[in-house]
């Protein structure tokens, strides 16, 4: 068995460092490459991969929810009163609070073991030993090489057999008090109240779809054989993924918990010890920073992986935060939401808090509640116009049926892609909406006279009075044709290409993401319908202005981060297409103004509903015209 070398770049002593050997395998060596006290272990990172961009407003989403939950957090951390017990003459009695058994200043031994077993007894197998620190201080921020009390080693372990066929490598880490042993084998060195123990799954299991897509007319495709082979026998394959930094942090708090009082979730890490009365630190592995890009495979190729760990203290207020993230964590699965997959949003969350100019975050955060609030609005001003409003005069009742279809592609679209519970209870939700609105533009009648199948009742719908006697209807097909005559050969020609340059599951998946990506490109054209019956009709007052101005002030919030935040140009220019419909809105509202002697439907003028000067209402009488209506002395309506 070949020993390990280890570097030291702070000049410690000889007796800090242990040398290293294999983890378990009978060929593997560890290879020591470098210990820097002081220094993060995020130094050491990998280049960035390139990945898809993500939605913006998914992103900022996140952000609010986490600050929901850290301050969720933070409200359980409120000191609670000590719980009551009954002593042994029956009188009450109250449990006192228990103190931290690590004074501050007191010397700690960090010993830090890998090993494939969850539970670790091997302490005399000197292979296991990876990293082996004397001389700790509990609650020294001020050591190290940064003067933060961060000390960092680094080393190339060997892969064992059982880790390359997907097994597990755990990590148990003990931190003792100066001089004491983490052994319990050892009954003079070792003491229970002066032992910190915590242990992790180095590797984590995420899961890889194995899809079978084809060119449909071809059959070509770009998946290797393995991968159609695996796609043939299962959708879902689990693979054991390795990365390559570990943190390792120790909470510095001394608050007199009392036990069965301590809020969670800091109830399921303080370790109480029942004959001191006292309890132990928390030692915490963080990996939060860690981002899902840099996670690797482990595959037969993989001899060596790094593994790169930071021991630094911790605050209380600190680690709340990252307990957070763990209780979201939790969220997650109650709500369905696979986290073995669903990392996506994680990451593009953390790259906006380490990439994004912290002014420019802030501004992000303040715009993005204010785009919500409008988002909301705009929600609540749509539901209350339609569920008002009596006429259809000026309304487009074919829009209404086409925006129940794109709802439609949208729900079959997610579930045909596996999307999470939360977004397809979402899409589900806007299509009731949708489907609701239909019952106030058309009206639902039973044909029982013409029953389908002989008993069924055929259903027949109705456009409303409102709409078929006014000319709107007309506008509304004639809009329609014109609008069909552009749509459908670019439908054409989408549906071309998509058949011929994209790969699809099937013909069912073809036809899905054929309209939905084509809705997505030119859904916008949908808009102009209601454009044409505006210009027909030369009013703009039966619209839902409301809903129009918060909808259209969440579209200039959008322009202005397409410009700020990186993305392809094409979802830049996309993000003004709404833009041009709704200044042409704004224009019409401006030509169609408010006409009082227009004539409406009834024959009648806005001058014939004025209010005249003795209270009555009626168009004013001009010269010489008597008014229809005197009203009479009191002397004359007596003889009357």
């Known amino acids: 068995m070949a020993d390990t070398q280890v570097k030291e770049n702070t000049g ?50 996140n952000v609010f929810f986490r600050i929901f939950v850290v301050w969720v957090v933070a409200s359980m951390f409120k000191r609670q009163p000590a719980q009551e017990g009954s002593d042994q003459q029956g009188g009450v009695t109250t449990r006192k609070p228990a103190h931290n058994l690590f004074p501050p200043g007191t010397r700690m031994d960090l010993r830090v073991y890998l090993s494939e077993s969850e539970h670790f007894k091997e302490f005399d197998d000197t292979s296991k030993l990876f990293w082996q620190k004397k001389g700790l201080t509990y609650g020294d921020w001020d050591s190290g090489i940064n003067k933060d009390g961060t000390f960092t080693y680094e080393a190339e372990i060997s892969t064992p057999e059982h880790l390359k066929n997907n097994g597990s490598m755990w990590i148990h880490v003990f931190l003792t008090k100066s001089g004491k042993s983490p052994d319990p084998t050892q009954k003079t060195l070792y003491s229970r109240a002066s032992t910190i123990y915590k242990k992790k799954m180095l590797n984590r299991y995420k899961k890889k779809r194995y899809l079978k897509t084809q060119n449909l007319l071809t059959g070509a495709t770009e998946l290797t054989l393995e991968d159609q082979a695996k796609a043939a026998n299962s959708t879902v394959e689990i693979l054991s993924h390795w990365h390559p930094n570990m943190t390792i942090n120790l909470m510095d708090d001394h608050t007199p918990w009392v036990r069965g009082s301590v809020p969670a979730p800091l109830d399921e890490f303080i370790d109480f010890e029942p004959l001191t009365g006292g309890y132990l630190p928390v030692l915490y592995f963080n990996d939060y920073w860690n981002l899902n ?17 930071t021991y630094s203290p911790i605050s209380l207020f600190r680690w709340q935060m990252y307990a957070a993230q763990n209780m979201r964590s939790k969220w997650a699965n109650v709500l369905g939401e696979d986290v073995m997959e669903n990392d996506d949003d994680d990451d593009s969350l953390k790259q906006a808090f380490l990439e994004t100019n912290p002014y420019l975050l802030g501004l992000t955060i ?45 729900v079959l679209y997610v579930w045909d892609n596996e999307t999470n519970f939360v977004v397809r209870i979402s899409c589900m939700v806007g299509l009731a909406i949708e489907m609701w609105k239909i019952t106030k533009v058309v009206t639902f009648k039973l044909d029982r006279e013409d029953p389908i199948l002989g008993f069924l009742p055929r259903i027949r719908l ?43 599951k099937g013909w069912y998946s073809y036809v899905l993401n054929m309209i939905y990506g084509f809705l997505l490109m030119f859904g916008f054209i949908m808009m102009t319908p209601q454009l044409f019956i505006n210009y027909k009709l030369k009013s703009v ?100």
């Open 293 to 309: 890009r840099d996670f690797q495979p482990i595959t037969a190729a993989n001899e060596t992986l790094l593994l790169s760990l």
């Open 366 to 410: 303040i715009v993005s509640l204010v785009h919500s609030v409008f988002e909301f609005l705009a929600f609540k001003n749509d539901i209350q116009f339609w569920n008002s409003r009596k006429s259809l005069e000026g309304l487009s009742v074919r829009s209404v049926f086409f925006n129940v279809f794109t709802s439609l592609i949208v």
């Open 462 to 504: 109705e456009d409303k009075s409102t709409y078929v006697e006014s000319s709107t209807k007309q506008y509304d097909q004639l809009a329609f044709k014109y609008l069909g005559i552009a749509l459908f050969p670019l439908l054409g020609c989408y549906a071309v290409y998509s058949l011929m340059y994209n790969e699809h």
């Open 12 to 61: 410690a002593t000889a007796e800090n460092v242990v040398s290293n050997g294999d983890t378990g395998d009978s060929d593997g060596q560890v290879v020591a490459q470098q210990e820097q006290d002081g220094q993060d272990s995020e130094a050491i990172q990998q280049e960035p991969l390139e990945q898809p961009p993500q939605n913006t407003w998914q992103v900022v989403k």
């Open 541 to 640: 007052a039966h619209l839902p202005w409301r809903m129009l101005t918060y909808k259209a002030l969440n579209t200039f919030i959008d322009d202005l981060f397409a410009f700020v935040i990186q993305m392809p140009m094409m979802y830049r220019i996309g993000c003004f297409r709404d833009d041009i419909v709704f200044f042409i809105y704004l224009y019409q509202r401006y030509i169609y103004r408010v006409d009082p002697k227009r004539v409406n439907e009834f024959g009648t003028t806005g001058e014939d509903h004025d209010v005249q000067p003795n209270g009555s209402i009626g168009a004013t009488p001009t010269e010489g015209e008597q008014p229809a209506i005197e009203d009479k002395p009191a002397e004359e309506k007596k003889t009357d």
